[in-house]
């Protein structure tokens, strides 16, 4: 039973627009939420996260919003370049849990010049 | 700072074989995590530890089993390969737990079992 959603495998998008990527979870314990970013024979590496107090984080080109009512989490890039180009999985986590995550499938991101 | 580092990055296993992969931290970090990643699947975790000599079970155990005897390194056996094990696997590792903290990850073991 997935508990963290993504729903589009794939999204392409021209350099320099808005890239969104979406996340659904079904647990409502989950208290923290984190997006990591992967290229291709890398390990996945830490983007932007969330606590469920807040409803936006903004961290340079990229801003996480968090409706815990819709239980959904959007990742919003912009503008995107081509470096962003990557899968980007969400993940979710609750206080009790040692730390241990819930990852989504992913989203692959193509950007386009 | 070499971070996370796993070992090794590519194996061949026939079915029944076994065989270790290797995790190593230099962050001084107390957890760390044992997962795989199948198409379609995201990361799933298999094992994972809170601190030296400790381990506990994470969401797909089953055919694996896992050291950590000392604080900077996390093993993972796989006692009797199964094609069912062929997967990227990834090691990491967090300050602490509680989600805030960030989990580093290591480049991945590719396991092929035939």
């Known amino acids: 039973d997935q508990q963290v959603k993504q729903n589009s495998p794939s999204l392409s998008v021209q350099e320099g627009r808005i890239s969104i990527l979406n996340c659904d979870y079904t647990?409502?314990?989950?208290?923290?939420f984190l997006w990591y970013k992967k290229y291709p024979a890398e390990g996945p590496t830490f983007l932007i996260s969330?606590?469920?107090?807040?409803d936006k984080n903004e961290d340079g080109r990229f801003t996480v919003f968090l409706n815990k009512s819709a239980k959904h989490l959007s990742l919003h890039i912009v503008p995107s370049q081509p470096g962003d180009s990557a899968v980007y999985f969400c993940?979710?986590?609750?206080?009790?849990?040692?730390?241990?995550?819930?990852f989504g499938a992913g989203t692959q991101v193509v950007v386009t010049p | 700072n070499a971070g996370v580092t796993q070992t090794p990055k590519f194996r061949v296993l026939k079915t029944g074989q076994s065989m270790t992969l290797l995790c190593a931290q230099d962050?001084?970090?107390?957890?760390m995590y044992w997962y795989r990643q199948d198409p379609g699947m995201g990361l799933r975790l298999i094992h994972y530890s809170v601190g030296e000599g400790t381990t506990a079970k994470g969401e797909v155990p089953d055919g694996y089993n896992v050291s950590r005897l000392k604080k900077q390194n996390f093993l993972l056996g796989l006692e009797s390969a199964a094609p069912s094990q062929t997967s990227v696997y990834f090691c990491a590792s967090s300050r602490t737990g509680g989600g805030k903290y960030e989990q580093y990850f290591g480049p991945g073991t590719r396991l092929t079992v035939t």
């Open positions: 962050m001084n970090h107390e957890y």
């Open positions: 993940a979710a986590s609750t206080t009790d849990s040692w730390g241990k995550l819930q």
């Open positions: 647990n409502s314990m989950f208290d923290y």
């Open positions: 969330i606590s469920s107090i807040k």
